[in-house]
């Protein structure tokens, strides 16, 4: 028997510990990477056929994640930035993302600035699947026509996030977006 979209939301739903609240990531990555041996599955959302765009396939509206399909037309490297409070698992479908984590060298106390440095880099290959944390400054890479499935903990139009430029050693507060379709869910980053 294929695992499942149902299969990969229910194991989604078992790993959050009742007494905290918060989902095991490793455990939401390791079952994502199951998810993407399904090759129905990865016909049915992410094949040739799939329709541009981010694409939601599941709302957990008690646990509050969620998981979207990215059929991206053009290749991006996005700015270094976080999801506030949410975490992200993004799983490979087709093509690759580079995926880049940070650490903020400051100390906070000068606005609007900030220094952030490489500390990783990997490259996410089809069936591969990669965490990015709550609050962890990070930043993706990818070609024209790749496509993943990312699984985030909050829809990311309702909350609050940084954004930095690493040139003018600089930080923006994005925040949430009025309509609810803010480029926070919208946008693949
Ligand atoms: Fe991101």
Redesign the pocket.
Known sequence: MPYTLENFCDDCRATYDPATGNADLEEVRVHLESLLENQEFLQEHCGPDAEIGAHTLYTDDERGFIVLAHIMENGRT?PP???GASW?IYGQATKFTDMTEYDRQDDGSEQDKAKVEKTRKYRLEPGMAGI?GAHEI???HFPDNARFIRVTGTDLSTIETLAYNMDEGSVKVIPPSADGLGAGQASA?
Do not use: G, R
């Open positions: 996005s930035h976080d999801h992200a990015f990070h930043s993706i980053d």
